[in-house]
Each structure stands twice: as structure tokens, then as C-alpha cells.
């Protein structure tokens, strides 16, 4: 069975089963200036576990991160988002979430008043 455990907004871990065998995905994301991150994969897996499986575990991490930070780029915040049953258990991570954001989180458009550095 694979576990996700979401430790704050900046690190996963992901432990999961394969036909390949074990293996614990870790995600940190980095934060090196404002709204500016660095994303570090590591993979660590048992020792039977091939390489040719864990490296394309690794690029399919990387194609699904792309595709995130193309959603990410595009989203825009709704207090009241139109849900479907599926999504109930968005409420609860929204409100979680939201403890790492103040008033005073810099945005795009904060930081593009501030300097040209952007």
C-alpha cells in the first residue's frame, strides 16, 4: 500500500510498493528568494530494486511536476470553489494550508510594484 504524508508546504514523502520493490519518493521544495523555489526529488529504494524502473520513476515524477507548475501558474484563488463530491476533503487541506500564508505573503504583483528584479 503507498502512504502520502505532506509535512507542511514544502515537503512530501511517498512510500510505496512496486512490482519493482520498495522505495520512499521525497519531495523538498526550497524556498531561495520570494515566490522563487528549488525543487529536490530523491528516490531511495531497497537494493533489489532495478535501476531502469527507479529512473523512470523519477522522470515520471518530473513530467508530473511540469504539468503542475503549469496549473499553479494559472490558478487564481476562489474563497467559495464550486466542488464536487470527490473534492470534500479539499475544505480541510484549504484550511490547513492556510496557515503558512499572512497578509503580508508577498505576491507576483507585490514584488513587481517593489523591483524589476522579477
Known sequence: MDTVLQIGPATVHLHM??????????QHIV?????TQKVVHLLYTEPAFKQLPADLLVLAEAIMLERDIAVWN????LRKPTLVKE?????RYRRWYSQF??????????LRERTLDW
Not at 494559472?74 to 484563488?77: A, G, I, P, T
Not at 473534492?87 to 475544505?91: M, Q, S
Open 87 to 91: 473534492d470534500r476533503l479539499i475544505g
Open 31 to 35: 524556498p531561495v528568494g520570494p515566490l
Open 74 to 77: 494559472n490558478k487564481k484563488f
Open 17 to 26: 510498493n512496486t512490482w519493482f520493490g520498495r522505495g520512499v519518493f521525497l
Open 101 to 110: 500564508y499572512s497578509e503580508h505573503s508577498p505576491t507576483l504583483q507585490s
